[in-house]
């Protein structure tokens, strides 16, 4: 213990950082209501000999995992962390192990560079006050009374002058609250994380609104010989046991095939067969496959088509079983064989877009097509593109040609996400909090990708030919990071200097933070109630307090509530629900599967004495473990087996009769031809798709690297840049923290061809441009990569360079547009840009800039 106390103590990540640790040894200390302190050694060594308390911790990010994560506190100090060990692990009842960042969660919550005390732009007065210094103005600490008024006057005064309208808050669920009973706000909407898998799908009958549904269980998965993934990473996307899952799936035989840009670290634990493609052109590969298949299938001795399953289960793909009303000549086999366009959608037509070599299409399709028992897989990377609203679809329609769909081992869907390779309904989750829904009286909603430059052009998309004028003048920063994560960050950074106000709750000084005018600090996971991790459909956790809030901190809620009193409106209005309640009503509502599968039942017996303990009112009643065994174990985790009755084989029953068991389509089959899905894109006001799949060229896709597509030459912009989803990060938080710095360095990934022909090797400084913006960073050179393609890592924080508009930190919203198609997506892994050795300084690795501390 000495060595590693020694070991910590000379263990300095940056001057201002009292953060001091390796693995295991103490560091961070809360010293109830006063905040932060160094533990110097012989505090450290006294609180190694004392008995403290595991407390199961909140990693309640978005990011893609769902692990047990508990905070061994001595004293009011966290003395180190560990995950899952409820249960002995197995293959079938894996423990759900903590990522990096998850172990890393005491130096965020206790992080140097906590926002603590509500701030104001120094240069700031009511109406705006040189709002030309939004993002480099010095900051002034204010008492909370001094906050709460000014933010309600400013609420008050630009609401009076400009209209409820003019006030767009993002994310957060909080302060909605609170204006939607003061008149309302405008809003926005996207498809984030889906792409177009977010809106489309359940028009054609798929995945009915909930993408883990479209595919089977994953003890299931071990029944598949082959497993065909389109994009996804889960060793980097999908902490916890995605990959491990997948590993059992491999040991009972699969054989993985991964279709990616990148020879990922999933591809290399897999044993994968790797094939590289441009981003954004797997329709066009999908549909040189179905046309092997179309050419090749002879029913009566080589067949390869499930003409029984497109029959019986789909509508659309010839022209005689096309739904009611449609067009005959408007099928999908007519359009892949090229009748009508004069355009067969041979492998090498696909090959000519998509990179894969036509032989590779062929022999891909075939031995899909010939394997007794496949799972063809996308994560929504392939669909986070612009124009690729017909590719689920297409991934559908190719799913049916082929009958991989509602048997065991056999299935076509989003393997993703807390959903990678383990798809169905939920086996445990939490009741309601109960809390009464607040209306909304502002209609305007304003889509992701248009967000800034509505504030900057006073006009956005309201629909089909509609456009409408709104004057957005304040923004209210809720529980998201949008100008971060949203396109056009550079338009963002013009957008925000132009409104009279905005303000944000944050943890730090994010993104968001640091354009705003106000920040209020607000308190993490770890400094209230308590709350659950949801997501994994076999487990549930409950998480608790592990510190009171630090500094000056306050729960959302509060804040919410606070600027509502000073709006006249009443606290019992705003949220009549404490929120010790609200924490005890999800845990009274929370449900179970039977083992025998036949439906719910209540998960916890709760007894008067665990009523009056946590000071609710409520019933007693019966479940099936206490409340204290769970919120000692932390976590639910249903027990599964081979043949149990908790498995999901995705339209298992529409596929046996599926007059009987109807989709929510029209037709009640999987609709080829949808007229419901081109209407519905239609509605956005964007762009326009054909009732069945056709390829649709994505704005500022590979097509567009090129100056001359029939020439093949390459245009100012010739590679593509993807954001893998990076392991440093959960999005953007997680950026600041030292320790996951030095252990990731978000370097951005060249192919070793790209690197070659600019000059550039691994550790340069490399300039990325676009044609909306420029970035630079760390260059890592790597086979792994395609030619024409390069990998900026997602979410790390903008450090524009002010002088020269070059941001330094690899921002990948800094490189893309203002581009909204179909269903509003957000089209990140479509951006097209140029490469270049940096001139200028070299980049210091992430870990030795200064943190943002700022009292
Ligand atoms: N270029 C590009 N952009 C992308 C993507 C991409 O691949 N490429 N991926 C997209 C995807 S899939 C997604 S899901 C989005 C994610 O977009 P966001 O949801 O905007 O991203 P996060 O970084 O998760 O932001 C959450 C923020 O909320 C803060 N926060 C957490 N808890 C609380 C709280 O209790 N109170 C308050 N006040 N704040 C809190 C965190 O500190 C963080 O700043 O990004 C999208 N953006
Ligand atoms: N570490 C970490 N994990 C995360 C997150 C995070 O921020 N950090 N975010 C979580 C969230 S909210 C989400 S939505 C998921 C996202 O999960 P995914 O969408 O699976 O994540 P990505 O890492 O963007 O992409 C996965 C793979 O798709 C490849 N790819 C990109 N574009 C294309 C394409 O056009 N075609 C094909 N075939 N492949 C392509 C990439 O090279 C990458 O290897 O990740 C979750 N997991
Ligand atoms: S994968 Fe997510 S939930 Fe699991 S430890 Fe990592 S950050 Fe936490
Ligand atoms: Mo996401």
């Known amino acids: ?181 003061y008149g309302g706000h405008s809003t926005h909407w996207g498809t984030t994380s889906w792409g177009t898998w977010r809106w489309g799908p359940e028009k054609f009958g798929m995945a009915e609104g909930f993408f ?40 009972a035989g699969a054989k993985f095939v991964i279709i990616d840009p990148i020879y990922t670290d999933s591809a290399e634990v897999l044993g994968a067969q790797w094939i590289p493609i441009h981003p954004g052109t797997d329709h066009a590969m999908v549909l040189g496959m179905a046309y092997t298949l179309l050419k090749q299938d002879d029913p009566a001795n080589n067949p390869l088509i499930d003409w029984d399953f497109l029959n019986r289960c789909t509508v659309g793909f010839d022209a005689d ?59 929504w990377a392939a669909a986070r593109i612009n124009n690729a609203d017909s590719w689920p679809q297409m991934f559908m329609a190719f799913g049916a040609m082929t009958g991989h769909m509602g048997e065991s081992g056999r299935m076509t869907g989003v393997s993703c996400h807390f959903g990678t390779g383990n798809g169905g309904p939920a086996l445990v989750k939490p009741g309601g909090n109960g809390l009464p829904a607040i209306k909304n ?80 600090p607000a308190t993490t996971e770890w400094e209230r109630e308590g709350g659950f991790g949801t997501g994994n459909r076999e487990l549930l956790i409950y998480y608790t307090r592990v510190t009171e809030p630090l500094f000056e ?75 204290n065994e769970f919120r000692e174990t932390g976590m639910y985790h249903v027990e599964r087996k081979p043949g149990d009755k908790l498995g999901s084989i995705a339209y298992e029953k529409f596929r046996k009769d599926p007059a009987a068991n109807p989709l929510k389509t029209e037709s009640g089959k999987l609709e080829i031809h949808s007229k419901a899905l081109a209407e519905l894109i239609k509605g956005y006001g964007f762009t326009e798709i054909k009732p069945i799949p056709t390829y649709n060229k994505a704005a500022e896709g590979y097509e567009d690297t090129f100056k001359d597509w029939a020439k093949k030459e390459k245009g100012d912009y010739p590679l593509q840049v993807i954001n893998p989803h990076y392991f440093r990060r959960s999005h953007s938080i997680f950026d600041n923290i030292p320790q996951l710095r030095e252990a990731f360095p978000n370097p951005v990934f060249v192919s070793s061809q790209d690197a070659a022909e600019r000059g550039i090797s691994t550790g340069d400084t490399v300039l990325l441009t676009s044609r909306h913006g420029k970035t630079l960073r760390t260059a890592q050179v790597s086979e792994r990569l395609m030619p024409g393609v390069v990998g900026l890592p997602h979410g790390a924080w903008v450090e524009m360079d002010e002088k020269s508009g070059v941001d330094k930190a690899g921002a990948d919203n800094i490189l893309t547009g203002p581009i909204a198609t179909g269903q509003g997506t957000g089209g990140w892994n479509t951006c097209n840009i140029q490469m270049e050795k940096w001139s200028g300084e070299a980049l210091q690795p992430d870990v030795k800039w200064p943190q943002r501390i700022v009292l």
């Open 1 to 181: 213990m000495a060595n590693l106390i020694e070991k910590a103590q000379s263990f300095v990540m940056s001057r201002r950082s009292f953060i001091g640790v390796t693995a295991g040894a103490a560091a961070a200390v809360s010293l109830t209501g006063c905040g932060l302190a160094k533990v110097d050694a012989t505090t450290a060594e006294a609180l190694a000999q004392k008995e403290g308390k595991w407390v199961t911790a909140a990693c309640w990010h978005n990011c893609g995992g769902r692990c047990l994560n508990k905070a061994y506190v001595v004293d009011g100090v966290v003395v180190r962390q560990k995950t899952d060990d409820t249960h002995a692990d197995s293959p079938d009842h894996p423990q759900q192990r903590g990522c990096a960042r998850g172990r890393s969660q005491r130096h965020q919550v206790f992080g140097a560079d906590r926002i603590k005390y509500p701030m104001k732009r120094k240069n700031w007065e009511p109406g705006g006050g040189k709002k030309e210094l939004r993002g480099k103005d010095e900051w002034v600490r204010i008492s909370w009374d001094e906050a709460l008024d000014l933010v309600a006057g400013e609420i008050k005064r630009i609401r009076e002058k400009h209209g409820n309208s003019s006030i767009l808050v993002t994310g957060g669920s909080e302060m909605p609250r609170t204006l939607g009973l």
């Open 321 to 379: 079983h096309m739904p009611e009303g449609a067009d005959p000549k408007e099928n999908l086999k007519d359009y892949i064989l090229g009748t009508f366009d004069g355009v067969p959608k041979t492998a090498q037509w696909a090959s000519e877009i998509c990179g894969v070599d036509a032989k590779t299409i062929e022999e891909l399709a075939l031995e899909i097509a010939t394997t007794k028992k496949a799972a063809l897989f996308t994560a």
């Open 212 to 251: 883990e549904h479209s595919i089977n269980d994953r003890l299931d998965l071990r029944n598949s010989q082959l497993i065909v993934l389109w994009g996804g990473n889960p060793a980097w996307s999908a902490g916890g046991s995605p990959t491990y899952n997948y590993l059992q799936a491999k040991q």
């Open 553 to 627: 901190a306050k729960h959302d809620q509060w804040i919410a509530i606070e600027i509502g009193k000073r709006l006249g409106l009443a606290e019992k209005d705003i949220y009549p629900i404490s929120e010790k309640q609200q924490v005890f009503n999800q845990l009274a509502g929370a449900t179970v599967m039977k083992t025998d599968g036949s439906g719910m039942e209540p998960l916890l017996t709760i007894s008067e004495a665990d009523i009056a303990g946590m000071g609710v009112t409520g019933k007693p009643q019966q479940g099936r473990i206490t409340l």
């Open 441 to 520: 009286p502002v209609a305007d909603k304003i889509n992701d990708n248009e967000m800034w430059t509505a504030i900057l052009t006073g006009k956005y998309t309201a629909g089909y030919n509609k456009t409408k004028d709104i004057n957005l003048q304040m923004v209210y920063h809720g529980y998201n990071a949008v100008l971060q994560t949203r396109s056009a960050m550079s338009k963002g950074i013009e957008a925000h200097r132009k409104l009279e106000f905005v303000v944000c709750n944050s943890h730090f000084l994010t993104t968001n933070a640091k354009y705003s005018d106000i920040v209020l």
